[in-house]
T-cell receptor, first 115, second 109 residues
Framework: NAGVTQTPKFRILKIGQSMTLQCTQD?????MYWYRQDPGMGLKLIYY???????DKGEVPNGYNVSRSTTEDFPLRLELAAPSQTSVYFC??????????????FGPGTRLLVL | ELKVEQNPLFLSMQEGKNYTIYCNYS?????LYWYRQDPGKSLESLFV???NGAVKQEGRLMASLDTKARLSTLHITAAVHDLSATYFC?????????WGAGTKLIIKP
């Protein structure tokens, strides 16, 4: 299994540009998550999904959109990039245990710089 | 609002010493996770603590959970340089994990 994969690894955007961060997992996990991590900080949840067709906002959803058409894929869309969106973005997935969820498995991250 | 606080945020210690990282959280939860992050890398799951009194150990690391005190500890025994990393705790709350700010641990030879 490849686990959780993310593309691209690094990207520079100009203010106002749009892009999609790709995330794919091959573990058949129901739950998927997008986080951002600013330098020296913890993680903040952007969006999450509990299954195909179901998404919900996390702590910091403004400026982002997601979709979940398949179990495997959970892309994150930035519509109008702003410097405040400069960060490292992590995708993660987890599977349901009875009454709760497993640990989250993380992708390698996408480093985004908005200039 | 659930808050998760870690302390210390930064810890520099000598090899061979013992130390404890603390994770306090502000509301009821009986599921807590510890992760490790090396510089410039992704996060790796260390421990999942699922009930009051849970204790997990892996090598020189031991994690425990006291849900009544809303406190988890990560204890490092006889630290070695390879344990240098940032350690995060996270508390499960309604499909989401709420994360602490992380403890940056530097272990000097």
């Amino acid at each position: 299994n490849a686990g959780v994969t993310q593309t691209p690894k690094f990207r520079i955007l100009k203010i106002g540009q749009s892009m999609t961060l790709q995330c794919t997992q091959d573990m058949n996990h129901n739950y998927m998550y997008w986080y951002r991590q600013d330098p020296g900080m913890g993680l903040k949840l952007i969006y999450y999904s509990v299954g195909a067709g179901i998404t919900d906002k996390g702590e910091v959803p403004n400026g982002y959109n997601v979709s979940r058409s398949t179990t495997e894929d959970f892309p994150l869309r930035l519509e109008l990039a702003a410097p405040s969106q400069t960060s490292v973005y992590f995708c993660a997935s987890s599977y349901p245990l009875p009454g709760l969820r497993s640990s989250q498995y993380f992708g390698p991250g996408t480093r985004l710089l908005v200039l | 609002e659930l808050k998760v606080e870690q302390n210390p945020l930064f810890l520099s210690m000598q090899e061979g010493k013992n130390y404890t990282i603390y994770c306090n959280y502000s509301t009821t939860s009986d599921r807590l996770y510890w992760y490790r992050q090396d510089p410039g890398k992704s996060l790796e799951s260390l421990f999942v603590l699922l009930s009051n009194g849970a204790v997990k150990q892996e090598g020189r690391l031991m994690a425990s959970l006291d849900t009544k005190a809303r406190l988890s500890t990560l204890h490092i025994t006889a630290a070695v340089h390879d344990l240098s990393a940032t350690y995060f705790c996270a508390v499960d709350s309604n499909y989401q994990l709420i994360w602490g700010a992380g403890t940056k641990l530097i272990i000097k030879p």
